[in-house]
């Protein structure tokens, strides 16, 4: 298994998990995973840079895009080396057969100590904003969660998420459904933004079943060095 880290675009990205098949790296917020208007140099292209260059490939370097990752949204992501490789996962998420584990930090602490959430979200892609509905509503994506609060300190409390579904925003708008938003995150009502424009939100594992030899596979993101999340983790630390 191939390890390393990625230094593209001022970013150091390092990788969790790499071989023939499959790479997974440890996205920093900040940094786009596919293409948009802004025009800026998103994570795939920096992958594709960097093994197009490591292994001298001559010609154009295959990566599939199996799920996404909120610009200001950090953590495990995976991506797909081969064809065979994409559609296989493609599958297993689509079954509902890979495990997600998110941490976020909120600043008002649960009503429950754990829960599941369901709501039909609905985005206006003229604001690129969601909101969330407890009933269904023509053109609404059922969309449903588990938490449970791991930690609390000065100001913070520390929510594990499971993503039972994967729709865009779901984590942010579903967590502020309940007076929960998280921190940082001015859209869905986060008092002030952090001053580098990322969110509390971050990918902290994946599990699933290999999609070519499979075996089980569990991959786990460390938290952004030098962050309010550095702060978190000495705070447990002494907890």
């Not at 001559?58 to 994409?86: E, M, N, Q, W």
């Amino acid at each position: 298994m191939k390890r390393n880290s990625i230094n593209d675009s001022g970013y150091r990205i390092p990788i969790l998990y790499e071989d023939n098949h499959i790479i997974a790296v440890n996205k920093p917020a900040g940094v786009l995973v596919q293409s948009d208007r802004t025009g800026d140099k998103p994570l795939i292209d920096i992958i594709k840079d960097y093994i197009k260059v490591r292994d001298n490939k001559p010609g154009g370097v295959y990566l599939g895009c199996v799920h996404r990752l909120d610009r200001p949204v950090s953590g495990a992501i995976l991506f797909a080396k081969t064809s065979k490789a994409l559609d296989r996962l493609n599958k297993l998420f689509k079954q509902r057969e890979v495990r997600k584990t998110y941490w976020a930090i909120v600043r008002n602490q649960p009503s429950q100590p754990e829960g599941h959430l369901t709501h039909w979200l609905i985005k206006d892609p003229e604001t690129n904003t969601v909101t969330a509905h407890p009933t269904e509503l023509p053109g609404g994506l059922y969309s449903e969660l588990d938490y449970r609060l791991i930690s609390a300190g000065k100001n913070w409390f520390l929510v594990e998420v499971y993503p039972l579904t994967g729709r865009p925003h779901q984590i942010r708008v579903q967590l502020a459904s309940m007076n929960c938003p998280i921190r940082g995150d001015k859209k869905y009502g986060a008092p002030k933004g952090n001053s580098d424009g990322s969110i509390n939100l971050h990918a902290r594992k994946i599990a699933f079943i290999h999609p070519v030899r499979r075996e089980p596979l569990e991959i786990e993101a460390q938290l952004p060095a030098g962050t309010f999340w550095e702060q978190v983790e000495k705070e447990m630390s002494r907890s």
